[in-house]
């Protein structure tokens, strides 16, 4: 008699996919019998057995009274405890950095907000560690936000957080906490938590543009958030102006350093002398009731940004254009001007809407990451990454 063949899958590798594939079936339908689990994975009675025993022990699993709208002897339920899967959702937002962990449900249940430190990968591994404290053995995945360019886990073009070369942040986060790590662009992931909970909810096509330190867009298209060949989609802010002006290169383009927040601030201060604007697209169009130079100057502002939605909407063509961060500060009045401007030039219909998470859209979308990157199946590398 030959040999019976050798598995390539070892052992513990088998009872890990088995394991997950319960966890699985237990995390989608909430609550459900014995008889349910092995339907759904087609496990023997005694796998079965074995595994949900371990996984009421690990937590997963709740044991819960009879189920009721059964025939015959009432089957013992049980219930997935979504506090046995945590992640978390880190936001850098020069100075700051925030900070929140939900459970498999999307449930937020710890939340901070603090002063970023002059390391990026120390203080996220710190303040994810500190948030999550004592129920560290139950988080599985880390979605983090940058203002920059990612790829593979690596960040570049962020000097707000001091990377304009590129450095593994994703590697070094999941070194260091033991668990998948995903790092995306901000405003991609400000795009995500909009169509997920916000303005987009009800389009699989979209463009969110976000005007802050910088300018970006995130793009959606398919219900898929789209991040081109290297990572650089929607780096909108280093579109030329016309006509070019020669300036050194430094991490910020050219159309964001004439048009973002921090260039109006500026030009509110001149226009205006006084502090510096915490609001100053709010500001301006304030100023604009009572200065006509400060209109003309708002004029200019929008007219940019329309020709900016029109550029993407004319290649792209995501039907809705969300205006995020600063631009999110435009009254009806100026929202109108735009959707006018743009109406009137793109080759298909393309609605012009503010943002409405604010602050909340980038967490919202890495909670969605961190969720993806964790329910993963436990592979040889453990970075999860996006491209």
């Not at 909970?197 to 976000?210: M, P, S, T």
């Not at 959707?339 to 967490?363: F, H, I, K, N, Y």
């Amino acid at each position: 008699m030959g040999r019976a063949p050798i598995s390539p899958v070892s052992r513990e590798r088998s009872r890990e996919i088995k394991r997950q594939s319960v966890i699985s079936a237990a995390r989608e339908a909430r609550v459900l019998s014995r008889v349910d689990l092995a339907e759904l994975t087609g496990l023997p009675a005694a796998t079965l057995t074995a595994l949900v025993r371990d996984l009421i022990a690990e937590g997963y699993l709740i044991e819960r009274g009879p189920g009721g709208n059964t025939t015959g002897r009432p089957r013992a339920m049980l219930e997935f405890n979504p506090r046995a899967e945590l992640v978390a959702a880190v936001s850098l937002e020069p100075p700051r950095i925030t900070c929140e962990i939900a459970d498999s449900n999307g449930t937020v249940i710890a939340h901070r907000t603090a002063r970023l430190g002059r390391d990026v990968v120390e203080t996220v591994c710190q303040f994810v560690a500190e948030l999550v404290a004592e129920n560290r053995p139950s988080l599985c995945g880390v979605a983090i936000a940058v203002p920059g360019v990612s790829s593979d886990g690596a960040v570049r073009l962020a000097p707000s957080v001091g990377l304009v070369e590129a450095r593994p942040i994703g590697q070094s986060v999941q070194q260091e906490l033991g668990v998948p790590v995903v790092v995306d662009n901000d405003v991609n992931l400000m795009a995500a938590g909009e169509r997920m909970a916000g303005a987009g909810k009800d389009v699989d096509d979209l463009l969110l543009l976000h005007v802050a330190d910088g300018i970006g867009a995130g793009l959606i298209l398919d219900g898929r958030v789209r991040r081109g060949a290297s990572g650089a989609a929607g780096e909108v802010g280093f579109l030329p102006l016309d006509p070019e002006v020669d300036r050194p290169y430094s991490g910020v383009g050219p159309f964001e350093a004439r048009w973002s927040a921090n260039a109006i601030a500026e030009r509110v201060v001149a226009l205006h002398p006084g502090r510096r604007p915490e609001a100053p697209v709010g500001e301006l169009i304030e100023l604009a009731s009572t200065s006509a130079a400060a209109r003309a100057y708002l004029d200019e502002v929008l007219q940019a940004w329309a020709r900016l939605i029109i550029s993407c909407a004319c290649v792209v063509d995501p039907g809705r254009v969300l205006l995020s961060g600063a631009a999110a500060q435009l009254d009806d009045a100026a929202l109108q001007y735009i959707q006018d401007l743009v109406s009137a030039r793109v080759p298909a219909p393309t609605e012009v809407r503010r943002a409405v998470l604010g602050d909340q859209a980038a967490l919202h979308g890495a909670i969605s990451y961190a969720l993806s990157a964790a329910v993963r199946l436990p592979g040889p590398s453990l970075t999860a990454s996006h491209r």
